[in-house]
């Protein structure tokens, strides 16, 4: 394991190099770990070697963020492209997709095996779909029982109201703005929207949340150690994000039987049906308070096909799909 620095002791059998070049600001940071990691793979030999940077010169990509290209086209914001650290990001994307070493991209979803293959023109034998793995005993629907109830109440949220859910840290890619705006859109307005997560944009969205008349409707939670009882007393999860490769909170929420909102442009899409969630376009406001609405209504009867969503991605599977993956490389 090469990195800067990690947290606790590692895996058995697991050891660790640290790389920690002297940096100031973000793109010196990655630029200077990306030179020092290529220092070491011309100075040692690896058997394999995979990065979850965007590093050139890797065996294998695990492209867990997407592709930064993509984000940057969905922002729409055309200073970014200006920007040193995005300029930084796109150029060693394209030289990694491009590095006659790389030999597997590990796609946490269809969409960005798909967007890789478009926009680098990688053939399919080196891009392979591995989904990300859900935890199906800690996220599992008796949160509803044991959890749920317990934080309703002490929230004084009953029954009978529906609580929608959203989990994230990156309140503008992930879509809180638009779920603030269709919230007081909505026809059901009783619905109660609960916010977990710690972002530095929380003081502008209470603010819009006040302007848009549903601050009473929302409740900012913020980070929380265990998400798990907020999973239980929840009735739909809500992530309108404008980019998200697989959330693994979309997972989480699925795996406890809540059906789920998304965008096309989400990973977690291609895990739904009419069943177990809605798909819309990230930012049409009139589609999410529908789709919002259509969920609140359904949710009970919604529980066991979200649930089913994601039966097959234990870490378990998710390690076994690796494990080949390693050994036909080798």
Not at 162 to 181: A, C, Q
């Amino acid at each position: 394991m090469v990195a800067r620095q990690w947290q606790g002791e590692a895996a058995s059998g697991v050891h660790g190099l640290r790389l920690d070049p002297f940096y100031l600001g973000r793109t010196w940071r990655d630029a200077g770990f990306a030179r020092a990691v290529r220092r070491l793979i011309a100075e040692r030999r690896f058997d394999l070697l995979q990065s979850h940077e965007r590093i050139p010169g890797c065996d294998i990509y695990r492209a867990g963020d997407g592709v930064h290209a993509t984000w940057l086209a969905l922002r729409g914001k055309p200073g970014d492209r200006l920007a040193p650290w995005h300029r930084y990001t796109l150029r060693a994307e394209a030289e990694m997709f491009g590095h006659p070493s790389l030999r597997a991209v590990i796609c946490n979803s269809r969409m960005v095996r798909d967007d890789i293959a478009r926009r680098f023109g990688l053939v399919p034998d080196r891009l392979h779909v591995i989904h990300n793995g859900v935890d199906l005993e800690s996220f599992h629907p008796r949160l509803r029982v044991d959890e749920g109830r317990k934080l309703r109440a002490k929230t004084g949220i009953d029954d009978a109201t529906p609580v929608m859910l959203f989990v994230g840290s990156g309140y503008e890619r992930k879509g809180l703005p638009d779920l603030l705006r269709s919230l007081a859109k909505m026809r059901r307005e009783d619905a109660q929207l609960w916010v977990v997560g710690r972002d530095k944009q929380e003081t502008l969205m209470r603010k819009l949340a006040q302007t848009l008349g549903v601050d009473r409707r929302v409740m900012f939670l913020g980070a929380q150690n265990d998400v798990r009882p907020f999973y239980g007393a929840a009735d739909v999860f809500a992530l309108p994000t404008i980019y998200d490769p697989l959330p693994n909170a979309a997972l989480e929420a699925l795996a406890c039987g809540l059906p789920v909102l998304t965008t096309t442009s989400c990973g977690a899409a291609e895990l739904l049906d009419r069943d177990s969630g809605v798909v819309v376009e990230a930012r049409d406001i009139s589609a999410i308070a529908a789709g919002l609405d259509d969920l609140c209504a359904r949710a009970p009867a919604m529980r066991d096909a979200a649930r089913a969503s994601v039966a097959q991605l234990d870490p378990a599977g998710m390690a076994a799909q690796l494990v080949a993956l390693y050994s036909r490389l080798v």
